[in-house]
Structures are given as structure tokens and as C-alpha cells.
């Protein structure tokens, strides 16, 4: 595996790998110095020609737990154009000699773009409307926590279909997993086609709340949507908005879930958001391990093999926090 860029490029097997790998790291997470020296001597270049607060510190946090050196390029949006200037911004990057670009564009398909442009790993962390792989992981790691596997599991998306990366993403993961997905929105906000999808599509949030395993809620992105593709805010709540009164009808064991940033009172209201079943938080904490388990596979010593089984038992020397010392890594240490 040399780039991640979309959940297509990883197997069900690949996908699974992945996320025992990110159990393995979490442990590290938990220990009083989280950090181990798998990453040495490699850097990351943060690449966000795109806002991000979440995904680009749980990056800059994974990659520092692996002890790699981060340097955080930022590009406001502004100032960034596609074609040449995208190009020559990674070419003098890749002139550096780094090991990984992590990248989220506005443009659907600017990752790919950057694999030609550099020898580096690449990154997406979230392109356009097109992918955002390690969402999909971490939203997989949690419900596999949650609820011991997707295998089976009926988990409902609902919102702004179209424009999200996030549940082209989820869609793509879940379904390989095993999972069965319905999709749930107005009909402007869903794809006009969605028989390769794998899903099951409703226009009916009632119908399917009381059903699903997992209420998957997509923000609203106010942002990208441009012309008004639904009446009114207020509407989209009554009709799409996860309130009080359908929380209720929810299983008791459901899992509520949101990629974040929430728009409280949108598509979730604010005690729902705070709810006993809601595991957003599990998300976000989630994605530093996840991460940490996408920078090892692509930048860590060889393909990853067995030995990940036994991290837990293994005593690994935490980095010490300020001289290195200069023991080389041992081939498969994480
Ligand atoms: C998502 C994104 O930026 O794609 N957020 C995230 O990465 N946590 C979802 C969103 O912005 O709605």
C-alpha cells in the first residue's frame, strides 16, 4: 500500500487489517508516555489547502505519537488555485524529501493528482465531495467497539448524501464490512442513482429510526450547498433532524454518530446530541489511533505482518521526550 485515497483502494481484508492495527496503537494511548519511536527520522507534511480542526490535529497528533517529525504547511484557500500552482506547491514539498503528504482539498480528485507530482505516501483526508478513507475508518472502529462488529448491522445515513464525503465514504466501508445501509434524505439532498451503491435509500426518517443499529447523521453543509436544496432550516428539522422525540423511538442500545462539526438544533438536536447513546466523541478519540495505523502501514518498516498481535505484550521503549536515542528500530516495532 503506497497512498490511501479512497476506501475502493483497500480490501475488506485490508480494511479489517487496518482497523487491528489501530486497536494495537490505541494501547500506546494509554500509556503515561504515548509514544513510541515507530516513525523516526520520517516526516509528514500536513497539506490542509482546506479548513480542518479535527482531522488535521488528529494527524499532526497521530504522526508525533509514531515519534515522525510533522511540518504543518498551511495554505489558506484563498490563495490556492488547482493545476500549476497546486503543482508547483507539492513539487517544492516533495523537493524537500518527505515521507508523506497529507492532503484535504476542496477539489474532488486533487490527492490523486499529488501522487504524480511527488515520490512521497499520500494522504487524503478528505477531497470535495469524493472520500475522506480515515472518517470512514474511524466511524468503523467505533461501531466495531460499540456493537462488537458491522456484520449484519442495518446503520442509516442521514442527510446531505451529495455533498458529503464522508457518506460516499461510510457507504463504501460499512457495505464491505457487511453492514446494510439505508440512506435517508430529500430527495434534492440524495443521488439521482444509487443502484451500484449497495443501499437501501428511504425519504422516510421515521420509518427507519425505530430499525437501524446506528443513526448516522450527516452535518448540513451550509458551505457547499449553494442554491437552497430544502425550504428552510427549520423544515429540514422537522422533517430530517434526529429531535427528542425520534431519539426516543431509537433502539436502546443504538448508536447515534456524526463525522462533526454538529449544527446543534439542525440535524441533531442539542440533548440528543449530548444522549447517553451518542459516541461522537468515541469518533474523534478514535481517529488518532486510526490514523496512527494508516502512517505506519504506509511509511513503517515493510508490510506490517503478524507481529502487531502480540504489541500489546511487547515492551516498547517509549521515545524518551527530548534526546532521541539512536537505537536502531527494530524491523516491525511498533
Ligand atoms: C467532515 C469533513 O470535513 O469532511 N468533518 C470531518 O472531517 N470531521 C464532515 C463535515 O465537514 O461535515
Known amino acids: 500500500m503506497r497512498h490511501l485515497l479512497s476506501i475502493a483502494d483497500l480490501s475488506a481484508d485490508e480494511l479489517v487489517e487496518l482497523l487491528d492495527l489501530a486497536e494495537s496503537f490505541d494501547e500506546i494511548q494509554h500509556r503515561s508516555i504515548p509514544k513510541v519511536p515507530a516513525l523516526r527520522g520520517k516526516t509528514v507534511v500536513m497539506a490542509f489547502f482546506e479548513d480542518s480542526t479535527r482531522t488535521r490535529t488528529s494527524f499532526d497528533l497521530a504522526a508525533r505519537r509514531l515519534s515522525a517529525d510533522v511540518v504543518n504547511f498551511s495554505v489558506s484557500s484563498s490563495s490556492t488555485k488547482k493545476g500549476e500552482s497546486l503543482r508547483d506547491t507539492v513539487e517544492t514539498i516533495d523537493a524537500m524529501g518527505v515521507q508523506a503528504i497529507v492532503v484535504r482539498h476542496s477539489s474532488s480528485g486533487a490527492p490523486r493528482q499529488i501522487c504524480e507530482w511527488t515520490r ?8 470535495g465531495w469524493h472520500q475522506h478513507p480515515t472518517q470512514a475508518l474511524l466511524d468503523c472502529f467505533t461501531i466495531r467497539r460499540r456493537l462488537g462488529g458491522l456484520q449484519g448491522r442495518h446503520i442509516a445515513i442521514c442527510g446531505d448524501i451529495n455533498h458529503s464525503r464522508v457518506a460516499r465514504s461510510d457507504v463504501d466501508a460499512f457495505v464491505k464490512l457487511g453492514a446494510r445501509v439505508t440512506l435517508v434524505g430529500p430527495r434534492t439532498l440524495l443521488p439521482d442513482r444509487w443502484d451500484d451503491w449497495g443501499v437501501d435509500v428511504s425519504h422516510d426518517l421515521d420509518e427507519v429510526v425505530s ?3 446506528v443513526m ?53 438536536d442539542p440533548e440528543v446530541a449530548d444522549d447517553g447513546r451518542s459516541v461522537v466523541l468515541d469518533q474523534v478519540a478514535a481517529g488518532v489511533p486510526i490514523r496512527m495505523a494508516v502512517l505506519y502501514r ?23 521526550g527530548h534526546e532521541p536515542d539512536n537505537k536502531p528500530l527494530a524491523q516491525g516495532v511498533i
Do not use: C, K
Not at 299 to 317: K, S
Open 120 to 127: 512521497a505516501s499520500v494522504v487524503n483526508a478528505g477531497d
Open 298 to 320: 504506509l511509511m513503517g518498516p515493510g508490510q506490517f505482518d503478524d507481529n502487531r498481535a502480540t504489541v500489546g505484550d511487547v515492551e516498547l521503549a517509549p521515545a524518551s
Open 216 to 268: 448516522y447523521l450527516l452535518r448540513i453543509q451550509q458551505e457547499r450547498l449553494g442554491d437552497a436544496l430544502f425550504p428552510s432550516i427549520r423544515e429540514y428539522r422537522t422533517r430530517w433532524g434526529l429531535t427528542v422525540d425520534r431519539a426516543r423511538r431509537l433502539q436502546p442500545e443504538a448508536l447515534i454518530m456524526h463525522p462533526g462539526p454538529m449544527n446543534r438544533g439542525v440535524e441533531i
Open 211 to 213: 430499525e437501524v443499529d
